[in-house]
């Protein structure tokens, strides 16, 4: 009984929104009914493409994603550690985090091509600024007490910054590199748009301009399961690296 | 081991100068537990950073063993009152007490019989996987001693350590403290608001005045050695000198 109720919690919404959708389609050519979206997402994606097309993708955003994370954690623990520092920059920080990222890539196709590069660096240009912001509010809101702990006990140096810093300021690192993800995941896509001759953002352009409509609908599937499945690793990773931060009851502090 | 001598702190921000501390001059003798009593906001947490070197002073000196302390000494361990911040959240208990001995480069052997040690000597033997916001505050707090009693200071600066547990707790606590003190002789400040428990903990008292601060007076604890929470407590002495602090701090206190 109650794994019935679960279920339909879980999935009760979920049914209803592909009821809801075989009702109104049918009736236009780009509205096509969920199992042909199906039949043309197993003929598309599950096969060689996922190869030429979504695998490049991903990996394009694992690269960009990982670069962003150093540079922006890397950078932030240097500001959020030095007053002087945050004062200098942060009126320009705040100027290049206002910049939307997508308006980049004509200005980094000229730059850097049309090629990994290109794309790899708008990621960058996009998951950076969250990382970046969240790491030094997160070092700057360390504990005072236990800064003091460290200077007493003689912690310093590459210790405490593993052992405090980066410890401490985990919380707000995570939450920013949440929010880097799902910019990434955009960011994937439109860097793709452009000038591209393959990845998942190009594939979905090109069955739209081939009227494929329900190979389109199906690359728009993809990117929700992928979009999701990224956000379930993610909160596995975060459970696991931010397991004190839940269980000392901070969090909800 | 420990002088301070005229030692002064004045605290400047651009539209205001406070004199938290005017002038103190005192010392503890090697081995010796001194407790530092005093009217709340009289300075006594600015006192014990300033001597920890955890905060330049604005005159005056601190020596610990001969050499002036610029910055935090190697050999001395402070055990803050909150202990629910001293502990890193993110480590188990024994990582937290092993840290300091990690980075003062003690061979992982000595290292894992220190921490056993002083864990076990604080009650905590079993305890020592857990993480410090799985215990009670009280338990928190013996695991900050813990790490402070195996990092083998010279001194022990102890900043109301006890001023956030519950009474039952606290006078555990404080007479845990007495036999780490008689067991390992380490030469001990404790800062405390509490009247009785300086008297009960200390050898000597030295009463300070509300901020600016200057000491009032620095008080001989002449009751026998061996201390006990019921007998001590009960004898006429310990309510003479109880009574004669709590004299000194109300004048404090009105004097402001």
């Keep these: 009984m109650r794994a019935l109720r679960r279920a339909v919690t879980w999935f009760g919404l979920p049914v209803l929104l592909v009821l809801v959708w075989w009702l109104v389609s049918g009736g236009s050519f780009y509205l096509p009914d969920p199992l042909k979206v199906v039949r043309a997402f197993w003929d598309t994606w599950v096969s060689a493409r996922a190869f030429e097309d979504v695998l490049p993708s991903l990996g394009r955003l694992l690269l960009g994603y990982v670069a962003a994370t150093l540079l922006g954690v890397g950078l932030g623990v240097l500001v959020g550690l030095s007053p002087r520092l945050r004062a200098t920059l942060e009126p320009v920080l705040e100027f290049f985090r206002a910049i939307p990222p997508p308006v980049l890539v004509p200005l980094l196709m000229l730059l850097a091509g049309i090629d990994t590069p290109m794309k790899v660096l708008v990621i960058v240009s996009g998951c950076v600024w969250p990382i970046l912001l969240n790491t030094v509010e997160g070092v700057r809101a360390l504990d005072e007490v236990l800064a003091d702990t460290c200077r007493m006990y003689g912690v310093r140096g590459g210790s405490r910054l593993r052992r405090f810093v980066l410890r401490g300021a985990s919380p707000q690192i995570m939450a920013g590199l949440r929010q880097a993800l799902s910019i990434g995941i955009i960011l994937m896509v439109i860097s793709e748009m452009f000038a591209s001759s393959s990845g998942l953002g190009f594939t979905i352009v090109l069955f739209q301009r081939q009227f494929q409509i329900a190979e389109m609908w199906s690359g728009i599937l993809l990117l929700g399961l992928i979009g999701l499945a990224l956000s379930f690793l993610f909160r596995l990773l975060e459970r696991r690296v931010l397991s004190w931060y839940y269980g000392s009851g901070a969090a909800r502090a | ?256």
């Excluded at chain 2, 300091?100 to 000595?110: A, C, D, F, G, N």
Aim: hydrophobic share 40%; glycine share 8%.
């Design chain 2, 1 to 256: 081991m420990l002088e301070i001598s005229e030692l002064r702190k004045v605290y400047e921000s651009p539209n205001r100068v406070v004199e938290a501390i005017r002038s103190l001059t005192f010392s503890v003798g090697e081995g010796e537990l001194v407790c530092v009593v005093g009217p709340s906001g009289c300075g006594k947490t600015t006192l014990l950073r300033s001597i920890a070197g955890l905060l330049p002073v604005s005159g005056g000196e601190v020596r610990l063993a001969g050499s002036p302390v610029t910055g935090p000494p190697p050999r001395m361990a402070v055990v803050f009152q909150e202990y629910g911040r001293s502990l890193f959240p993110w480590m188990t208990v024994r990582q937290n007490v092993e840290l300091p001995l990690k980075e003062k480069r003690v061979p992982p052997s000595r290292r894992a019989e220190l921490v056993a040690d002083s864990l076990e000597a604080v009650g905590l033997g079993d305890a020592a996987d857990a993480h410090p916001w799985q215990l009670s505050g009280g338990m928190q707090q013996r695991v900050a001693i813990a790490r402070a009693v195996a990092y083998e200071p010279q001194v022990l600066l102890m900043d109301e350590p006890f001023a956030a547990v519950d009474a039952q707790t606290r006078a555990d606590l404080e007479d845990l403290i007495l036999r780490l003190w008689r067991d390992l002789g380490v030469t001990t400040l404790f800062v405390t608001h509490d009247i009785d428990e300086a008297v009960y903990l200390g050898q000597r008292v030295i009463v300070l005045s509300s901020s600016p601060t200057v000491i009032m007076e620095d008080l001989k604890v002449d009751l026998p050695a061996e201390r006990d929470q019921l007998t001590t407590r009960s004898l006429p002495r310990f309510g003479e000198l109880r009574g004669h602090i709590y004299e000194q701090i109300q004048r404090a206190r009105e004097a402001r």
